[in-house]
């Protein structure tokens, strides 16, 4: 029989289910006959993101905070899997208010960790951050090799990795952390301070308005559309244990580090396309894609301000690991998934 490559028939909490990329796994998981379970205090997240969720009998949504650990504990009641979303992104955000980003980030994962180990949940899959690079130049960026923490925010991110690790070598608990590279697609809002710089363009685009590119667009971002970090997520989730160790087992050999076949799983795995592409590069394709819409997007000047606090240069993932042990294979490059994203956008936004 094949081995499946999603989640199917679990029950599955996902933390921040109200938001941009929690809200897409909740739907293809309720799609995959899943029994789902939605954890949002919806500080970031948006009920109308779960329009659809919320007309499924196998959909629950509890409203509640991950700093509350009881929340936590009702959440995670009788699931095979968490697939943690929840957190306070955003670099700036973190500089402005380190306070409720550790708060938030650290003190809610470590809740949330915790309450999944009690529970006898079989795999913790949460989102990590290429943030946790920081300083470090060379490129692709590679798991076992980071520099130093550029912002708050990287540093939360660093310290869920090191509690992850933590918990399984002393509990046992099975955790998988996902590096994500800058997340784009559709229900990502284009509005508010800290909004993500893909809608944030196009909504100035349709609306006849000029980018604005911090920097002289040259640093450069590995773009990830949301279905090629669906995919992964549900890897992590399902990769069999035995397979899981044995692929690691020689993935890291490979690079001179060898481990113990009865090592408990705690690792991290970048979630990219593993291809770059700078802010400059990027206006261009968003012009010349919604161009064919509205052909005067194409003439719209942009504008360039000051480099932003706490931004990497550049960013760019190799995803040889996920590929090896998790047979992750994303789809989706930059512009097929700005297309994707753009005709959601131009159905949606008013």
């Not at 380190?98 to 009690?118: C, H, Q, R, W, Y």
């Not at 509205?294 to 000051?306: A, L």
Request: charged share 25%; glycine share 8%; proline share 3%.
């Amino acid at each position: 029989m094949k081995e499946s490559r999603i989640i199917e028939n679990k029950k599955v909490l996902v933390t921040g289910g109200a938001g941009f990329i929690g809200s897409n796994l909740v739907d293809v998981l309720l799609k995959q006959g899943n029994e789902v379970v939605c954890l949002d205090n919806f500080a970031t997240g948006k009920r109308k993101n779960l329009q659809l969720a919320l007309q499924n009998e196998k959909f629950k949504l509890i409203e509640g905070d991950i700093r509350n650990f009881e929340d936590c504990t009702v959440a995670v009641q009788g699931c095979d899997y968490v697939l943690h979303q929840a957190a306070l992104g955003s670099v700036p955000r973190s500089i402005t208010d380190p306070m409720t980003t550790t708060d938030v980030n650290i003190g809610g994962f470590v809740k949330m960790l915790f309450a999944s180990k009690e529970a006898g949940v079989k795999r913790f899959v949460y989102a990590a951050s290429s943030s946790t690079y920081g300083d470090h130049k060379a490129l692709p960026k590679v798991e076992h090799i980071i520099g130093n923490a550029l912002s708050p925010y990287a540093i939360t991110k660093y310290v869920d990795e090191l509690f992850a690790k933590n918990f399984s070598d002393i509990y046992g608990i099975e955790t998988v952390g996902l590096r994500y590279f800058n997340v784009f697609g559709r229900r990502q809002d284009p509005n508010g301070a800290y909004a993500a710089v893909i809608p944030k363009f196009v909504s100035q685009l349709m609306a006849h308005n000029s980018p604005l590119i911090n920097g002289d667009g040259s640093y450069s971002r590995d773009f990830t559309y949301i279905d090629n970090v669906i995919q992964a997520n549900q890897l992590a989730a399902i990769t069999p244990t035995i397979d899981f160790k044995d692929k690691l087992k020689h993935y890291s050999e490979g690079i001179g580090k060898s481990y113990d076949q009865e090592i408990t799983i705690s690792e991290v795995f970048n979630v990219a396309y593993g291809e770059r592409t700078t802010l400059k590069e990027l206006v261009e394709i968003l012009q010349m894609t919604l161009s064919k819409f509205d052909s005067q997007i194409n003439d719209i000047k942009i504008s360039y301000g000051p480099n932003r606090g706490g931004d990497i240069p550049h960013s760019l993932a190799s995803i040889e690991k996920a590929n090896k042990i998790l047979g992750y294979d994303p789809k989706y490059d930059i512009k097929t998934g700005l297309l994707e994203a753009t005709n959601w956008y131009r159905e949606n936004l008013v």
